[in-house]
């Protein structure tokens, strides 16, 4: 059974709406555009501002795939288009004006550019990659359902192909788990976690407690309470495991441990809150913040990784089978890394906007301000704003006593 989104708030109640909705309107007007002017398409693109061949239409197609950075950023217009169905979903309440459209809407169009830019296929490589889609447009149609909003088979489409796809990706070899890719030489984190929760979120508890039970025998660490990054077979045919903690590792795991239940996986799910707090925090540099955040893992595909960890966190803030102890921490960390994010901002510098209408640029390490990780004129990652987009959305499903 899913657990639904946490419910929309009023807007007047929370500072984190506003900044939430402000770091929408800026990632979507500084990276968001149609895929060669298509209507009814959309993609976040990679860079900003993009190189000047990227600017040619063509550029969108000749430039550097990243699939998964675009799955998370329809997450984010979901999270938004959420805040939007709070106030009744109207033209009025739409994150960027009545005049553009909603987030859901904005999210549709994306799941489109995504099929056309991935060769008319939803399917790749990866199995970590589908599945991250595969939550995103599971999350874009329940929205649509609450909306009434067109889409819906698509979205069943999607959801359809791509459990085909885990299905396969899920055997025994190595005593159970998923493969990361269809190389199959790899099981690990990023790719089982994920797909445990979308089993766990359309109808699979079994498939998706298998996979937990897995990873809590593979590659949990009892000593740190985090889980590591993956396992693989050697020459001699023993596993091996990769002992590298990554955060956003911890995301995912969490958010299935919470959709599954039961006294063993809502224990675990507490042993890694703590275990978060403890090792994968760092003081935080004014004026970026105070106290402790989250750490951050650079650019490239790491620069999604702390915000991906933020939303699943906020899962467990929100969740009233932990203990008020597990719910705090969860929540202070994640308002700490959100606030940081946003004290920490920089404005455009002049001749930067070219019109654009921009919160700023955030910073790729929420313990360090942006005009130190993007000083004006630096080339700005889709994956880092995306980061620092969703821990705002995360902050803002808070209650309002942890607010920034």
Known sequence: MTRPDPAPARQDLSPWHGRATEAARSVTALHGRRLLFLPGTHLGAVQWPPPSWRRDPRGALLGPWHYWWQAHYVDCLVDAGRRELGHRATPAARYNGPDHPSAGRLASRL??????????????????DMAWLALATHRLDKLAEETG???RRRNAHVRKSLTRQFEAACTSDMGGGAFWSKARDFKNTPATAPIALH????????????LLDWLDATLFDPDQGLYLDGARLNPAGEVVVERAVYTYNQGPVLGALLEQGGEANLA??????????????????????????????????GGLFTGILCRYLALAAADSRLSAHTRRTAATLVANTAAAFWDGRRPLAAGEAHGKHSA???SMHAAKPARETYPAGAVVELSTQLQAWMAL????????????
């Open 111 to 128: 799941v489109t550019g995504i099929w056309l830019r991935n060769a008319f296929t939803f399917v790749n490589n990866y199995y970590d």
């Open 149 to 151: 909003a067109p889409g």
């Open 393 to 404: 959305e995360a902050a803002a499903t808070l209650p309002y006593s942890t607010g920034n």
């Open 199 to 210: 089993f766990a979120r359309t109808g699979h508890p079994g498939k998706a407690q298998a």
């Open 360 to 362: 700023g640029i955030f």
């Open 268 to 301: 675990r799910a507490a042993v890694v809150v703590d275990a978060v707090d403890r090792l994968l925090t760092v003081p935080a540099t004014p004026p970026a913040g105070e106290g402790r955040v989250l750490r951050c893992e650079g650019t490239g595909d």
